[in-house]
């Protein structure tokens, strides 16, 4: 087993979810990464299977077509060391040998950090397990499906 500090009770949990459209053969695959509280690896390790197992169901998409999100398993499953606050290392990645220009391809500029970057609309030639629920609660709220998919450019 890994290194667990005393008192640690923090966890960071890979939870594979596979989502399956009726008459599509392409699925999507989400890995959500979670914030597990427990006192040990192994309540951590159940915890994070119930978060998964609770994230499995089925809806109808915007096409009147069935959804079904599986519950896969977990990827990874790791230790928050530090007391959480700001500036606590959450996980780390060890690499050698490097080079220069793989240390360089690692670098972010501000516009390419998840938080600032533009977010891309899906299209609607990729597999749609948007859930019809949510389309008709974000148009109540006044957005068309415009405002919400990118439109398709044909040549």
Sequence with gaps: MGYIPPGARWYLADIVLE???EDEPRNV?????VLVRANSPERAYAHALQLGQEAEHKYQNTDGKKVETK?????D?????DKLRSGAELIYQERTGIAEDEVTRLISTK???????????PTR?????MP??????????GFS???????EHTP
């Design 132 to 141: 019809g629920s949510v389309m008709d609660m974000l148009k109540a709220e």
């Design 19 to 21: 989502h399956t459209i």
């Design 77 to 81: 499953l790791n230790v928050i060391c």
């Design 111 to 121: 516009e390419e950090l998840g938080v600032f970057a533009e977010r891309v609309k």
């Design 29 to 33: 695959v989400h890995i959500n990464t």
């Design 145 to 151: 499906e415009d405002d919400i998919y990118e439109q």
């Design 71 to 75: 519950f896969r398993g977990l990827s």
């Design 125 to 129: 030639g990729k597999p749609n397990y």
